[in-house]
């Protein structure tokens, strides 16, 4: 996977959320890296118009120099953080009456099964 992510270096950021090759958006790259390096697919691909546009309608219409892609597969933090291929290892918690971040019982940060 590190192989990939370093041979990515570079590559514009992309404002449009597109899984295609000439710009990457930060969970792109790692769902990438993760295809590349086992095969198969890290968390599931949502259509856009299955998820929380419409507050952003209006940003989407500039950066999309049009209306909303609302057929567009794109694939979400959320989405790989519900991965099923990665195990729980850690979970860290912050407080908002307290800005000290303090650990769960349970796990959080994720490693491949």
Same mark, same amino acid.
């Given at each position: 996977?590190?192989?990939?992510?370093?041979?990515q270096k570079g590559k514009p950021f992309d404002?449009? %959320?597109?899984? !295609?090759d000439d710009e990457l958006y930060s969970s792109e790259l790692l769902y990438k890296a993760y295809r590349q390096a086992t095969?198969?697919?890290?968390g599931k691909l949502s259509r856009l118009g299955q998820l929380r546009w419409?507050?952003?309608?209006?940003?989407?219409?500039? %950066? !999309?120099?049009?209306?909303?892609?609302?057929?567009?597969e794109i694939i979400?933090?959320?989405?790989?953080?519900?991965?099923? !291929?990665?195990?729980l290892i850690t979970a860290f918690r912050i407080d908002k009456m307290s800005p000290n971040v303090s650990p769960?019982?349970?796990?959080?940060?994720?490693?491949?099964k």
């Open positions: 996977m590190l192989q990939y992510i370093d041979s404002t449009r %959320f597109r899984l !295609e095969g198969q697919s890290l419409k507050p952003y309608k209006e940003t989407i219409k500039y %950066f !999309e120099r049009g209306p909303a892609p609302l057929r567009r979400t933090p959320k989405s790989l953080s519900q991965a099923l !291929e990665l195990e769960t019982d349970s796990k959080a940060t994720s490693k491949p």
